[in-house]
């Protein structure tokens, strides 16, 4: 059974940096895609950044660019989003997702609260 857990979500004051990660539990390979995606309240869930991993390729929402970096520890299954200068219009509960090609669908994490405030 395919799992993700999200953690290291918090508050921070502006300017402040958090690290996310999503660890991915039942599958060990047939993975297309890692993402990153938030959703603020009354919003609809964004993408924030992805890896294909079949195509060793990283894409960042303009939102984002500059600020986070996407990375993943292949050998732990582990997906990371470092997020730095973070900015008010940040806050949203972040979720990690994996598409396996090899089923034809993707899972969800259950979510991390992300709050910058002053």
């Known amino acids: 059974q395919v799992q993700l857990a999200e953690s290291g979500g918090g508050s921070v004051q502006p300017g402040g940096s958090l690290r996310l990660s999503c660890a991915v539990s039942g599958v060990t390979s047939g993975i297309h895609t890692m993402s990153w995606h938030r959703q603020a309240p009354g919003q609809e869930r964004d993408l924030v950044a992805e890896i294909r991993v079949t195509a060793d390729y990283t894409h960042y929402a303009d939102s984002a660019k500059g600020r986070f970096t996407i990375s993943r520890d292949s050998a732990k299954n582990i997906l990371y989003l470092q997020m730095n200068n973070l900015k008010p219009e940040d806050t949203a509960i972040y979720y990690c997702?994996?598409?396996?090609?090899?089923?034809?669908?993707?899972?969800w994490g259950q979510g991390t609260q992300v709050t910058v405030s002053s």
């Open positions: 997702f994996v598409y396996l090609y090899t089923q034809g669908r993707g899972y």
